[in-house]
């Protein structure tokens, strides 16, 4: 796979950005995320999240995201007006990540499990859970 193509189209912060927003549709995927109700998000819910937008994004159902599906991905994203503008070199380098085995594809597993640099860097206690607080300090 080139990820070049895969990260020319994929978006692979919506959770902590949308999540960082103040709007209801924030609150909304907050409350949905926050499985077990504690009004902190463990990276573990984010892994759940990200698992299921994989899933809405491997079209062909193979478990795992290939240049086309994520292309179709971001158009959708872009018209609902949730695509979030990154630099091509910084996606390829996350897809690059992402890409735990090396075998050149991202799988559903590498993809949920895979926590972008800023919800690390947000994480200010260390506990792998995002508190209200430290996922507003994502807004600045």
Partial sequence: MKWKALAAAMLLLVT???????GPGARQMFRQMDRNGDRALQFSEIAEARGRFFDSMDRNGN???????AKAAAARLKE?????????EGLEARAERMDANG??????????????????????????????????????
């Fill in 16 to 22: 902590g950005n949308a999540c960082a927003s103040d």
């Fill in 63 to 69: 478990g795992f995201l290939d240049p086309e599906e």
């Fill in 103 to 140: 075998d050149g594809r991202i799988s559903r597993e590498e993809f949920a499990r895979f926590v972008p640099d800023h919800l690390l860097r947000a994480d200010a206690d260390g506990d792998r859970a995002l508190s209200l607080s430290e996922l507003r300090a994502l807004r600045r």
């Fill in 80 to 88: 609902a007006g949730r695509f979030q503008a990154a630099s091509l």
